[in-house]
């Protein structure tokens, strides 16, 4: 699921899903969803996620956040007693994401992680941030979060 509605964070976009396509990777079939456009049952039906997103005032992209929220229990999402987020264990689906900010990425990351520690997901790699204009080095580094990825859910 991706929110990529700036040229930066499309070429971010671009460079995970050409590295997840990699020739050397074998057995593994890339869904590409809109945030929007996301449901429950193209993460259900998934062996992985990545996860792309603009830092907008501090936090995650208004588009994936309407993912979380329309999705969250269908997903495997637990709620604690007091209606937050409770970590969960067991069926340990892996998970990458990419954020990309013209100033802050803290935010968008923070806000990310706290729903999805909520979620029988599992980080594969660390969050890749990127801040202000991306360079060559960036997108390189989105290919490999993409193949990293794609790699852990070849047969």
Known sequence: MHHSPTAGVKSLTDAVL??????????????????????????????????????????????????????FLDIGGALGADGSGSAVSGGRKPYALWVHGRYDTAGAVRSVLAIVQALPWSQAAPALEVLGEVTDEHTAAAYELGATIAALLMD
């Open 18 to 71: 050409a590295g997840a396509g990699d020739e050397a990777i074998e057995g593994v079939e890339v869904v590409v969803r809109a945030a929007l456009e996301a449901t429950a049952e193209d993460v259900n039906g998934a062996d992985g996620v990545l996860l792309g997103t603009t830092a907008n005032f501090g936090y995650m992209s208004g588009a994936l956040k309407h993912f979380f929220d329309s999705t």
